[in-house]
Every structure is written in structure tokens, then in C-alpha cells.
């Protein structure tokens, strides 16, 4: 009785009143402070000498006001998990916060993806380089007789088969906007600036292999594999262009 009054002021704290009637109080611990009160234990009858006391084994009526012991242990194991779920949800979003706002693209990122080019002062033969999210951009006007060039070809002849219209802007088939990157390896093309060489199909000419493009930026011959590209743009304007 007496060990099981011991482990039982463990658990609960306070004074405990046992079946028999019997008052365990703990030392230091008043009367006054004495909320939980068991009524009747039952597993005093069950501690035998040399059995351990793996827990307590308790059943009891609680009385208004009070909690069984019971109940205490769980409402506090509850309350346990749900603060180490919580401890453990906020400290994740801490740790992840930073990392997304990291792979969010900064500033001038964002501000080089996109560029406004007036065009106003490209004359028809004329082509001017600008760039874009920093790789070189041509921007060239057509003549007439360019454009009848590169409508007079046999698209189905082509080795990326794209006609002139499907290259520019409706309204705006004179424009011809490319990115100034070859598509066989990278390397910038010749005849956007004045008497640079255009090639033999009068467009631009890749002299690191020998890539020909015709007027409308087209493979006609070499390694390349692909007409230039022609990036995303809308007219905002008539004179003003933005690219990307
Ligand atoms: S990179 Fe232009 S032909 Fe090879």
C-alpha cells in the first residue's frame, strides 16, 4: 500500500485518497492544492512484492470539478503532439520561405525578360541588332524584292519547311525579327550590319561553318538544322515593338 501510495503521488502531484480511506500526501505539497482527488484505486490489490509497477492501473469516478488521472495524461500527451506538430509546421514553412523566394527570378531578370524596340527608323534593307535577354536580336526591314524572294521558294524544298508569313506579323510581313543565334552552334551570324555578308541567298551568312539563311532567315544551306527563331513579340504600337 505504501508503494502503491508512492507511485500514485507520483503521477498525480497531490494528495490521493485512497480505497481504503487511507490519506498519501506528499511533502510540500498543501491541502489547498489538492484538485485531484481518486476515489477508489484498484490496483493496489494487484501490486504483489516483487512485481513492477509498469503504470498505473487506475479506475475511478471522478468527482465534479476534478480529473481523473486518466484524463490528465491523455489531455496532456494531446496537447504535447499538437504543440510538436504545430513547433514542427511553422519551423518547416520557416525553412522553406527563403528557399522559394530564392528560385523566384529577381528583378532584373524579370525586367530583361521582356524588350521594347521602336522600330521607326528601320528602313526597308536595313536591319539594326539589339538584344535580348542577353543574346544577340536582328531586326530587319524587307525590301519588296526581298519579300518576293523568300515567296517565290518552294517551301516543301525547305529543310524547315515555314513560309514568310508564318515568320512575321500580319500587317507586318516587312519586319522580320530573329534571334541573331545560329542554330548549328551558336554563333551570331553575319548581315545585320551594314556590308556585313549576307551569303548567297541575300539574308545571313554563318561563316563558322558556312550556314546560308535566306531573306526570310531560313536554312537554305549548311549544317544548320533550323531556320533562326523567331522569339515571342507583339506590336504595341505601329513603331514599337516588345519582344518576349
Ligand atoms: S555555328 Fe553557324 S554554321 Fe556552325
Not at 480505497?19 to 476515489?39: E, H
Not at 514568310?164 to 519586319?175: C, F, I, M, N, V
Request: net charge positive; with cysteine.
Amino acid at each position: 500500500m505504501r508503494a502503491a501510495n508512492r507511485h500514485f503521488g507520483r503521477l498525480s502531484g497531490g494528495s490521493v485518497t485512497a480505497k481504503t480511506g487511507a490519506t498519501a500526501s506528499r511533502r510540500g505539497i498543501g491541502a489547498d492544492t489538492r484538485w485531484l482527488v481518486i476515489r477508489r484505486v484498484s490496483f493496489a490489490k494487484k501490486y504483489k512484492a516483487g512485481q513492477a509497477p509498469l503504470m498505473a492501473d487506475t479506475t475511478g469516478d471522478a468527482i465534479p470539478g476534478t480529473m481523473t488521472v486518466d484524463d490528465d495524461g491523455i489531455r496532456r500527451r494531446d496537447f504535447i503532439n499538437v504543440a510538436a506538430v504545430g513547433a514542427a509546421g511553422v519551423g518547416g514553412i520557416a525553412v522553406l520561405l527563403p528557399l522559394i523566394s530564392q528560385m523566384a527570378p529577381s528583378a532584373d531578370v524579370l525586367a530583361e525578360s521582356s524588350t521594347e524596340i521602336d522600330v521607326s527608323s528601320v528602313q526597308p534593307g536595313m536591319a539594326i541588332k539589339a538584344v535580348f535577354r542577353k543574346q544577340p536580336l536582328f531586326v530587319r526591314r524587307l525590301t519588296p524584292a526581298e519579300i518576293k524572294a523568300a515567296n517565290a521558294v518552294d517551301v516543301s524544298s525547305l529543310r524547315d519547311p515555314q513560309t514568310l508569313a508564318e515568320r512575321t506579323k500580319e500587317g507586318h510581313e516587312d519586319l522580320l525579327i530573329t534571334m541573331g543565334v545560329c542554330t548549328h552552334l551558336g554563333c551570331v551570324p553575319l548581315g545585320a550590319g551594314e556590308g556585313e555578308n549576307k551569303g548567297p541567298f541575300g539574308g545571313y551568312f554563318c561563316p563558322c561553318h558556312g550556314s546560308a539563311y535566306d531573306t526570310a532567315a531560313r536554312i537554305r544551306k549548311g549544317p544548320a538544322p533550323k531556320n533562326l527563331e523567331v522569339p515571342e513579340y507583339e506590336f504595341t504600337s505601329d513603331t514599337v515593338v516588345k519582344v518576349g
